[in-house]
């Protein structure tokens, strides 16, 4: 018979994945300058570190680490990860789990609690592969309305009161794709809603640490009284995204129910990618090399602001205090899809910003990425871009 | 709000995931001879080789490791993975796609497929991960007759012609847990039911490369004519559980859906891990290497098979031609969960049976796993056993 007459689980119906694919392959081209990816700069990456790390646990522990570990995680790692947690994030006694990637506490979390059209507020636009993630579950998207200091509370109560939702997916610090840091009044005004309606809080707070001015805020987490915040953190931004290695800490018996939903997706985190983590914090080297990346992502951040502020008038654009993004928009009427395919012929690439919105729209938005390029790329990346939207202004 | 309000996922409604996990925390205590896991030896387990490894892939191509990596694989390793497909296994031209460890295999492929309430033919026993990951898919498992040479065909079509299942989860190789292997007629039958009747087959085959004597017999992915069968590979036992690197081959289609999936689920397996697999298949290290723990677990698996064979009588047992497992029966009414509470006093565990039953039951039912072990333990912890049962049929 031929395999035509196979039909897909119906999660996919609505889920193609393929608009960001495609760009992604552009971006491979050689040459191109590339603002689209969430992608640390190469030099960032600390190899030579890496390397020494790896020889030195599996000299001091390599069968432990080649055998198979517990679901729960690596002891050590995990022994680690809790003092970091409560003495750099305030965030005390929790159960944590050791994940593959923070993309995967996502899918844990949804797994453990989200039945097909339970609905879930998230801000709009968000992270494209967690909105992903929770279409794959079949959850209904409810989008709440944003400032440039977060998530709106007022309307995200009216939407709690009138839609019952079972989650609020947030990015609080520095988020994908805008930029926005939620301030410390909302964030504890989120976790009293929270805590007022029975509501999980999925915080997802992978770039806190890239701060380029001002002081840090306390996680949503930090002011949950019962439990219905869970915290997702992850290593992808200041050490490696290649080791996947990122955690979820919350109430006991949630990390529980994602632990077992974690026995039959992959076992267990690398026992190798969790010993090298664990090392980073032990040896205390995670501070100075964020310290060394921070400086130079500021730069590259500025830079590209400092262009900005020279595009032509009509385009607006977020001036974030951290992360890796800036959000712009351009004047109404203006397609950042048909700009990009024009950029693209001038070896330019960025992330029109639809594909972030959960129902689409919004075609005048784009995300632009800073720490994955140079400044002499981002120097003339800018100028082509700028030229561009010149050029269509006057059309 | 009190947490105790929070309702979870309606699909871990029959999932506790707990039973075995008390059974390893047991093995955990020091001084225990375990027989319940299905681990590699530590001896076996390369530590020096993947340290040299780990530092030539870091110090050759170290960024673009650290870097975040394709869904799709970490193209060398896709390379050398077709190869090794191709010359290996004799599966030519398929979509690849490297996983967590194999269990993201499965995970991936209910995910793609799976509807709740889709029935999925299983034998039965079976591997409880893969039951509890269906499981949380909701599928409805339809257990399937074996008997020495694997599933038994003739029950396999009937099945399929009254209930219609979505796909057959088959480990034809060295079963877990009954260590019996699917004989080369049966293969063939496998694959023509799935292209006559339209089922996928979920060929799931760590343990092939693990054969004591015999010839090896071809995958039934290899007879399959029209992309019915999935086959999934691991390294797990061959080279290291603790890296978690496995893969996933077969119809394009198929395959870029479970990548789709993959994308929200952990973005992609871990490069770090997918360079060391990969550099052991281009230095050619793979056949020495299961030479020797081959070599190995040969001496390990008759030593138990010999200590069975003095066991008293009604114990009947399974002589695996390969694999990590044996499985055995005792006498009627007499209870495997009572012998292992009794043995976990004397110091030695294994798994009841009942665990890997769809529907539980056969409560004088066990599996012995003789790899994870030494010479001398399996002495000392068959004679124990051996003596707690006749001790039991006394009673």
Redesign the interface.
């Known amino acids: 018979?031929?395999?035509s007459?196979?039909s897909?689980?119906?999660?996919?119906d609505h889920?193609?994945?393929?608009a960001i694919r495609e760009i992604?392959k552009v971006i491979a081209q050689p040459g191109m300058i590339s603002f689209a990816?969430?992608?640390?700069s190469?030099s960032a990456?600390?190899?030579?570190e890496?390397?020494r790390l790896?020889?030195e646990v599996?000299?001091q522990n390599?069968?432990?680490?080649?055998?198979?570990?517990?679901t729960e995680g690596y002891p050590p790692f995990l022994e680690s990860l809790k003092s970091y947690l409560k003495t750099h994030l305030g965030i005390q006694t929790p159960s944590v789990l050791p994940v593959?990637?923070s993309?995967?506490a996502?899918?844990l979390l949804c797994?453990?609690?989200?039945?097909p059209g339970d609905r879930i507020i998230v801000e709009n636009p968000s992270f494209l592969?967690?909105l992903?993630?929770m279409k794959?579950y079949e959850a209904e998207l409810v989008p709440v309305d944003s400032d440039d200091d977060g998530m709106d509370p007022d309307h995200l109560e009216y939407l709690i009161k009138t839609t019952r939702p079972k989650m609020i997916y947030t990015i609080p610090t520095f988020q994908n794709p805008t930029g926005r840091t939620l301030s410390l009044e909302r964030r504890k005004r989120v976790a009293e809603l929270a805590?007022?309606?029975?509501v999980?809080v999925a915080e997802d707070d992978p770039y806190r640490d890239l701060r380029y001015r001002g002081e840090s805020l306390p996680p949503i987490k930090t002011f949950d009284e019962?439990?219905?915040v869970v915290f997702m953190g992850s290593f992808?931004k200041v050490i490696?995204?290649?080791?996947?290695v990122g955690y979820m800490a919350g109430?006991a018996?949630?990390i529980r129910?994602c632990?077992?939903?974690k026995?039959?997706?992959?076992?267990?985190?690398?026992?190798?990618?969790q010993a090298i983590v664990d090392q980073f914090l032990r040896q205390d080297l995670l501070a100075p090399h964020v310290e060394q990346i921070v400086s130079a992502y500021r730069a590259q951040c500025d830079l590209m602001l400092s262009h900005l502020s020279r595009f032509p008038e009509g385009v607006s654009f977020t001036r974030p205090d951290g992360g890796l993004f800036i959000w712009a928009e351009l004047p109404e009427g203006m397609s950042a899809k048909e700009i990009l395919d024009q950029s693209i012929q001038e070896g330019v690439a960025f992330v029109p910003g639809t594909h972030f919105y959960a129902f689409g729209g919004h075609e005048n938005t784009l995300r632009l990425n800073f720490s994955g390029s140079t400044a002499d790329l981002i120097e003339v990346g800018m100028e082509r871009l700028e030229n561009l939207i010149r050029k269509n202004l006057n059309k």
Chains 1, 2 share one sequence.
Do not use: E
């Open positions: 018979m031929d395999l007459s196979l897909y689980a119906s999660r996919f889920v193609s994945g393929s992604f990816g969430g992608n640390p190469l990456l600390p190899d030579q890496v390397s790896a020889s599996l000299a390599g069968k432990w680490i080649l055998q198979y570990g517990a593959t990637g993309t995967q996502m899918d797994k453990a609690l989200i039945n592969g967690n992903q993630c794959l805590n007022q309606y029975g999980i019962n439990g219905w992808s490696s995204p290649g080791l996947r109430d018996g949630i129910k632990t077992i939903g026995q039959s997706t992959d076992v267990h985190t690398a026992n190798l990618n």
